[in-house]
C-alpha cells in the first residue's frame, strides 16, 4: 500500500511568487496535516483535517497561507505571496483518526525562497 | 504549554557502540510519549510509544520508557548499527491536541 505522497519534493521560488503543495494521504485516513519544519527544528502544526473540514487551523498564517481538502482526500497548501521565512520542508501526514496514535508522513517538499 | 527538550546533536558514534538520546518533557497532564526517526529523503517513521508511565516502547533494538517521576523518555540502543544513522524525534501528545516535537537529533554511526 502506498505511503503519504507528496508533490513536489522540490521548490525553488523567487519571493512575492505564489506556490502549492499537494499532498495524498494513505487511503482510509479522514485525519490529514500539515506541518512546518524549519532547519534543524522539530515539525510544528499548520492546520489538521478532519475529512473536508478543518479543525485546527490556528497556527497557519491566514495572511497567506490557504488550505483545502475538497473532497475530504487529498489537499493543497498554498503559499502566495511567498517570502524570504517561508524556506523550509513542508510535511503532511494522515492517520486513521484524530486520537489515533500513529500519524504517517509522507516525505515533504523543501521550498526554497530566493 | 507542553515542550520536549532533547539532546543537541550531532551524536557520532562507532559502529556496535551504545546509543542513549536524552528526552524529557513538560506537558500538563499525562501525555502519551513517541520516538519519531527520519532516515535520509524519507518521512518522518514512528519508531516506538508509550502511553502511559512505566511503559517501556521498544523496536527494532530501540527501547525507551516513559518516567513520569523525572518527566523523561531517553532513547537506547544496546549496539549501533550504520544503518541508523538518522535524526531522531522525541514527541508527546496530550489528548487530541497536537503532536509537539523536540528539535531532533542527528545519529551519524560510523564503521
Known amino acids: 500500500e502506498a505511503g503519504v505522497v507528496q508533490s513536489p519534493r522540490y521548490k525553488i521560488i523567487e519571493k512575492k511568487q505564489p506556490v502549492a503543495f499537494w499532498c495524498n494521504p494513505i487511503s482510509g485516513h479522514n485525519t490529514l496535516y500539515w506541518y512546518l519544519q524549519n532547519l534543524g527544528q522539530g515539525p510544528e502544526l499548520l492546520i489538521r483535517y478532519e475529512n473536508e473540514e478543518a479543525v485546527d487551523d490556528s497556527q497557519l498564517p491566514k495572511d497567506r497561507f490557504s488550505a483545502e481538502r475538497l473532497k475530504g482526500v487529498d489537499s493543497t497548501l498554498k503559499i502566495q505571496p511567498a517570502e524570504l521565512g517561508d524556506s523550509a520542508v513542508y510535511l503532511c501526514?494522515?492517520?486513521?483518526?484524530?486520537?489515533?496514535?500513529?500519524?504517517?508522513f509522507g516525505p515533504g517538499t523543501r521550498l526554497t525562497v530566493l | 504549554g507542553d515542550s520536549v527538550t532533547q539532546m543537541e546533536g550531532p551524536v557520532t558514534l562507532s559502529e556496535e557502540a551504545f546509543l542513549t538520546i536524552n528526552c524529557t518533557y513538560t506537558?500538563?497532564?499525562?501525555?502519551?510519549l513517541f520516538w519519531y526517526v527520519q532516515y535520509p529523503g524519507e518521512g518522518l517513521q514512528l519508531l516506538l510509544k508509550?502511553?502511559?508511565?512505566?511503559d517501556k516502547g521498544s523496536n527494532k533494538g530501540f527501547e525507551a520508557t516513559y518516567r513520569k517521576e523525572t518527566t523523561s523518555f531517553h532513547l537506547e540502543k544496546g549496539s549501533v548499527q550504520v544503518s541508523d544513522s538518522a535524526v531522531y524525534f522525541c514527541a508527546l501528545r496530550s489528548g487530541n491536541t497536537p503532536l509537539v516535537f523536540g528539535k531532533g537529533t542527528r545519529l551519524s554511526v560510523i564503521a
Open positions: 506537558a500538563t497532564g499525562y501525555p502519551s
Open positions: 501526514a494522515s492517520s486513521l483518526g484524530p486520537s489515533a496514535h500513529e500519524q504517517f
Open positions: 508509550a502511553t502511559k508511565a512505566d
